[in-house]
């Protein structure tokens, strides 16, 4: 069997946790797009982790972790992290594609230095190099994997880009420009470093799929940061849907038979862009204080989250655009202090009251319009069976998950592993 597990709003659903969850279940987990620019935290008995390349099978001695072809791989992050997952005790087995692309560090210089020229106007980037490592990877001047094994090959490759990037470095950032040889001998670092574990991964994963293997393909970031139908420009570089991970695995798009879609019980992202339920001031730092397991701050920049209220009309075309079979909410016990709670149940735009999610320009306009519930202002960590929390805490799962339209299958009561409450639907 074939299970997605991705995120059905701005990322920072929680989908760590799930995934950390389905990967004991699964024989392989894959990344199958993005960085190292996001991260997910795992906790569990042997430590905890925040992770950003490394797939969520570490974890697993049964599981065999793949790094797909979809994945912008930054050598030296991804040994880094495989370091401080042996050091926790545990010695995954991992793959990557001979596909996969090479996060090069130019790629991190471009993208500091265009962020720093947009000023005001910045996207918010998390100066992972993701953007100038797409742009580079659809231009085919992308480094794969393979080619660190052919010398003729690289040789030529590097020239080009060095010529391209340094008019780029010379004339639009006035930066130093990059050095062949240099790229050249990181190159030759870089096939040291990740030799032990290429592989043809399509391969591997057919053959697996022969056997009836159950695999789990592992998403980055949500629905609304997808280049295509999130909340563009101020997006990710690569998509961040169910469907993409067939090509950034490798695998047919109808083998994946089951679409997990995680979204957390209140909104929360990191970046600029559109955000419509959006707090502010006291109110959005208490919020942010009682989120997650160590607050709303962002596992790879540390920098505070935004918050603000569940907000309907952007998780259920989330939860679409995805394709989910069943909806995961996380964070539930997060809500637990608030007395009142509210929903956004429709946006209005220029006096014109919608349920349906707008492109970008739209967006802009867009006010909540707010639906409140009372809170059940009481702990409901350590509550295992639903019928036992309190009823304001189901009447607000439930009015959620009929204005998605689709089963709310987990609710997640705490940051461990074992706090989920599994619903019978």
């Known amino acids: 069997m074939v299970r997605a597990i991705v995120g059905a709003n701005w990322g920072d659903e929680g989908k760590g946790k799930i995934t950390d969850m389905f990967a004991e279940q699964s024989d392989i987990v894959i990344r199958f797009q993005g960085g190292a620019n996001a991260g997910h935290t795992i906790i569990n008995e042997h430590g905890r982790f925040a992770l950003h390349l490394m797939p969520s099978g570490v974890c697993y001695e049964h599981t065999t972790c793949i790094i797909g072809n979809g994945v912008a791989l930054d050598i030296n992050k991804f040994i880094n992290e495989l370091e401080q997952v042996k050091k926790a005790g545990l010695n995954p087995k991992l793959l990557v594609s001979e596909r996969c692309q090479i996060l090069m560090p130019y790629h991190i210089k471009l993208d500091e230095y265009e962020e720093e020229r947009l000023g005001k106007n910045a996207f918010g980037s998390t100066k992972s190099g993701i953007a100038p490592f797409f742009s580079d990877k659809f231009s085919k001047i992308g480094i794969q994997v393979n080619e660190l094994f052919d010398d003729e090959t690289l040789r030529a490759k590097l020239a080009n880009i060095c010529t391209l990037k340094n008019l780029a470095l010379e004339h639009i950032y006035h930066k130093p420009l990059l050095d062949e040889e240099e790229l050249f001998n990181t190159c030759m670092e870089y096939k040291e470093k990740i030799a032990p574990y290429v592989c043809d991964t399509h391969k591997f994963l057919a053959d697996a799929m022969k056997e009836g293997k159950n695999i789990l393909l592992e998403g980055q970031l949500g629905t609304l940061k997808d280049p295509d139908f999130g909340i563009y420009p101020m997006v990710t570089s690569s998509s961040t849907l169910a469907g993409y991970g067939a090509v950034g695995a490798g695998i047919p798009p109808h083998k994946i038979e089951d679409i997990v879609v995680v979204t957390k019980a209140y909104s929360s992202a990191v970046g600029a862009g559109e955000f419509v339920s959006e707090i502010f001031g006291d109110e959005a730092q208490e919020l942010r204080i009682h989120g997650g397991d160590k607050g709303e701050f962002g596992a790879t920049t540390g920098r505070p989250r935004r918050v603000g209220w569940f907000d309907c009309v952007a998780s259920k075309y989330g939860i679409e655009c995805q394709g989910a079979?069943?909806?995961?909410?996380?964070?539930?016990?997060?809500?637990?202090?608030?007395?009142?709670?509210?929903?956004?149940?429709?946006?209005?735009?220029?006096?014109?009251?919608?349920?349906?999610?707008?492109?970008?320009?739209?967006?802009?306009?867009?006010?909540?319009?707010?639906?409140?519930?009372?809170?059940?202002?009481?702990?409901?960590?350590?509550?295992?069976?639903?019928?036992?929390?309190?009823?304001?805490?189901?009447?607000?799962?439930?009015?959620?998950?009929?204005?998605?339209?689709?089963?709310?299958?987990?609710?997640?009561?705490?940051?461990?592993?074992?706090?989920?409450?599994?619903r019978n639907k």
């Open 325 to 422: 079979t069943q909806v995961v909410m996380t964070a539930l016990d997060c809500l637990s202090y608030l007395e009142e709670i509210k929903v956004c149940v429709a946006y209005d735009i220029d006096g014109k009251i919608t349920k349906d999610f707008p492109v970008t320009p739209e967006l802009k306009k867009a006010k909540p319009v707010l639906k409140p519930f009372k809170g059940w202002h009481c702990d409901i960590r350590g509550i295992k069976n639903y019928d036992e929390l309190p009823q304001e805490t189901r009447d607000y799962v439930e009015f959620i998950e009929n204005e998605m339209g689709c089963n709310i299958t987990m609710v997640s009561n705490g940051p461990e592993r074992e706090a989920i409450i599994y």
